[in-house]
């Protein structure tokens, strides 16, 4: 490589990286000063700052948090170490940095950009295919327990309103557990997807092909602790948004909670959005599925109801927005153009 051709290459990395965080940056104060969408809880806000109690609440957010992504961190980590063997605080830098960059993206597809760049040898191409066999067991985690929630969220409140018979919701009881152990039996199987995948990108699949054999190096043991970790990571986040509508003065039953908290998660996997992580479709799902449970329960205090909002908003800036930040001083670690 020449002198110039170097030069040319530290320029755009440094370039690349720049605009990464000009555009996390970005989104986040659209998001919190010229969308205002925090402005109607400011008062709530504020009640929560008198609580004398408050540093210890928001210590065991940052907690969890930093378990939450320490979590996922280790997953990738396991996943990644069949391209390169990475530190754990390497993998933890990746992760951080694809928050930052999924921010701004659609459906977090900055998230395998973020991470990947952060390899010093290993295939980019495989980086992305390995990563994505830990969103596929994220998600089977969100759809799986969602699913399972949903039927109890729908028992309680749509299966008069929708007149939903005794024989079809019996139905759907055997349908969804039946489903989500396909997921699971097809994620145990990841190497059958790069066949499927061949079906769909015959142009494409030549050059694809060897990358994508990166789905058969991975055991059924492997696969099944990733599962695992997902499933941890869920327990840490979903136990956060709880504690959060506690916080607020909302007085949900742990019972009711962990099953309305589900089925928002899986409500938010299923709304597109430009970026998944908007704070708009977080409140407003947030807002709707508890707001059916004050209703039946008889609950009209104003403060009450702006509980889910409350603490889906918060919980937004701790494990999102916080986590986009410190990832912004990681992106100097990226390199989008190596040797």
Known sequence: ???????????????????????????IYHQIF????LDDLS?????????????WILALMMLLMFINWGIESFKWKLLISRI???SFFRSFKAVMAGIS?????????????????ILEKGNHVEGIFSTIIGSFAQMIITFGIGLLCLLTFTDHYFRESLNIGE?????????????????IMIYLKVGVLAEFLSRFLPGRWPRLKENAAIFSRYSAGE?????????LRYIVFSTQFYILIRVFGAPVPAAEGFVLIPVIYLAMALVPTFALVELGVRGTVS?????????????????????PLAASSLLWLINLVLPAVIGTFFVFSLKFFRK
């Open 223 to 231: 696969l099944s602790r990733v599962l695992l970790l997902s499933f």
């Open 167 to 183: 024989y079809m919701f019996m139905s759907l009881v055997f349908l969804v557990p039946v489903m989500v152990f396909a997921l």
């Open 1 to 27: 490589m020449t002198e110039q051709s170097a030069k040319i290459r530290k320029y755009v990395n440094f370039l690349l990286r720049a605009v990464i965080i000009i555009l996390t940056y970005g989104f």
């Open 84 to 86: 390169e063997h990475v």
């Open 287 to 307: 807002l709707f599925i508890f707001g059916l449970y004050f209703e039946k329960a008889g609950i009209v205090d104003p403060q009450i109801l702006l509980a």
């Open 43 to 55: 008062d709530v806000f504020l009640r929560l700052a008198e609580r004398q109690d408050v540093k």
């Open 34 to 37: 010229l969308e205002n969408k």
């Open 101 to 117: 960059v999924s921010l701004f993206m659609p459906n977090r597809t900055g998230d395998y950009l973020g991470r990947v760049f």
